[in-house]
Nanobody, 117 residues
Framework: QVQVVESGGGLVQPGGSLTLSCKAS????????VAWFRQAPGKQRELVAT???????NYEDFVAGRFTISRDNTKKMVYLQMNSLNPEDTAVYHC???????????WGQGTQVTVSS
């Protein structure tokens, strides 16, 4: 069974940093597209960043150079480094993996990120 588990969330003050981790239990992880999404209470889920199997990266505009998505295919891990956090970044962050552009998507339960003074 495919499993996706996020970790690394927590409480941080504005301007602080956090690095989220995502562990994927799946065969041939290197063939998967990976992505980070986030969802605040009462709001729709929104895309944060994506990374293809060959390393092509896309960020949403609100990231503004603050976030970095990366992957380690040997460890089957996905990371999201977040710097200069502000309260608007508060949300549950979800990791998603998909085998190719048309494959089935798998999701973790998410990790809470709270940015507050």
């Amino acid at each position: 069974q495919v499993q996706v588990v996020e970790s690394g969330g927590g409480l941080v003050q504005p301007g602080g940093s956090l690095t989220l981790s995502c562990k994927a239990s799946v065969s041939i992880f290197s063939s998967y597209y990976v992505a980070w999404f986030r969802q605040a209470p009462g709001k729709q889920r929104e895309l944060v960043a994506t990374m293809s199997d060959v390393g092509n990266i896309n960020y949403e505009d609100f990231v503004a150079g603050r976030f970095t998505i990366s992957r380690d295919n040997t460890k089957k891990m996905v990371y999201l480094q977040m710097n200069s956090l502000n309260p608007e970044d508060t949300a549950v962050y979800h990791c998603s993996i998909r085998r190719g552009a048309l494959g089935t998507s798998y999701w973790g339960q998410g990790t809470q990120v709270t940015v507050s003074s």
